[in-house]
């Protein structure tokens, strides 16, 4: 899922480390009855629409507010609208989730119904959904995405208002895992049509069967809220009432915000991070969030070059970077997938570790290298000079972070010139959508717990490719991870170890950290676990009186 290049960011379907550290605000007034907890997002809402939602802000409200099959808690996937985690019959390829009782908070039930509404929708090319291929591997998903069958024949359907079974074209490992993500949750296709394109574009046009309902947001503002749902099946397990939100650019005014009480958790980057590590209420989160260049070579043709693409890998100082502009205890990325994801099911070593092994020349500092990779390319490609814009978000930490690569950059490849560009969040989403950048700050948090999350981002067809970067090669390989070695632990990873390799040698996008978020959060608060995707888990948190 994406995320901003400011000082917030999210994980995946589920995805934000905010999504939980909170207590009951001090400035708000709230009665001693009430629990509330105050946080901050770096930006606005996008959308509510699950199938269109593509970044962490719209997706950690969207979560707040509904339920698919499962929930994690803490490290655990357990069931949410389905009763059980299933077990799958037919040789892995079909699935059949029996429903509990649940309601919109309307009080119409949850069906099965709303889920084949929801999923067809999904796939459905008229909605554009940027997460459909998740898809891929459901009966006819591909087909209906390519438009030559109907949504109506994806293999998914209401074997009874209770009962959901889901038939896939062979077994996908992962599959279970993407439950819990958006794209995957029931929507209500009498409201959905009743709302028409209105549908997730404001507060009053959302509805919700999770833990909160949204209120306050008119599709634009800055600040909203979410409140506790009483219609929700598990609303016994939800203590905190209220969840006031603020969008806060500025990691300075995060730190006023958080010391005078108005905010119970504050995400700090730069001078602010640094600081805030020697407070009591510091806390370092380590998150499967990588962020990294992406180039784009439809609009910029010189980036087919793999020398021009690895000499400005090489032109960054990564941890001279983290040290001096962000300042918040993040990593190196020597790969474009997270460590701390997935490990190999035979030796448990790390796979990003092991994809990273040999490789991590092409992400090493090395102005000397650099210089001759790119007076070679630019040789190759026929230029002596290139002027690119960086696209980026318009935070207080994007700005200082283009600053630098401007910097570098053009101090280590002779003849280039970088110009910047800041944008808010939701216009830099559009215009990496459009292909409309030259270079674009970028930053992906995990969907699910499986190195294919990050790495089917960039084969040639890739709704997230906003690069178009493309081998052949490497998209043998992912091929081959979802399908030829679906069920062979040991064959599937070597495949995706492989195609990582490829990824890096020929930076066919430029990772440069892996965040470790810095925060300052009030200690009121009891029961936070963290997921796998470093995520917390709102259902069981208390505030202390």
Known sequence: MRITTGFKAAGAAVATLMLLAG???KASGTSASKSTWSRMESDIISTMDPSKSTDAISGTAINDTTDGLYRYSGTELKPAIATKIVKPTKNGTVYTFKLRDAKWSNGDPVTADDFVFAWRRTVDPATKSQYAYLYSGVVNADAVMKGTKKPATLGVKALDKHTLQVTLEHPIPYFQKMMVNGPFFPQNEKYVKKMGSKYGTQAKYTLANGPYKLTGWNGSNNSWQEVKNPTYWNAKNVHIDQINVTAVKDATTAMNLFQSGKLDDAALTGHQA???KTQKDYRGIKQTSVFYLELNEKKVPAFKNTKLRQAMSMAI????????????GSIDAPTVTPSGLAENPTTKEDFSKEA????????SYNPKE??????????????????LEL????T??????AEYFQNTLEKNLPGLKVTISTVPFKTRLTRSQDGQFDMVLSGWSADFTDPITFLDLFTTDGSYNDGKWSNATFDKLINESQTTYATNETKRWQVMVQAQQLLTQEQGVIPIYQRVQAHLVNPKIQGLKTTPAGTFDLIGAKIKK
């Open 23 to 25: 207590c009951q605000n």
């Open 317 to 328: 100082n990564r941890e001279e970077y983290i040290k001096k502009v962000l300042q918040d």
């Open 396 to 401: 207080d930490n994007a700005k200082r972070s």
């Open 356 to 363: 990273a092994q040999g490789y991590t020349k092409y992400t």
């Open 370 to 387: 650099a210089k001759a990779l790119w007076t070679a390319g630019m040789q190759e490609v026929g230029k002596q000079n290139l002027t």
């Open 274 to 276: 640094a600081q805030a």
């Open 391 to 394: 696209l980026t978000d318009d």
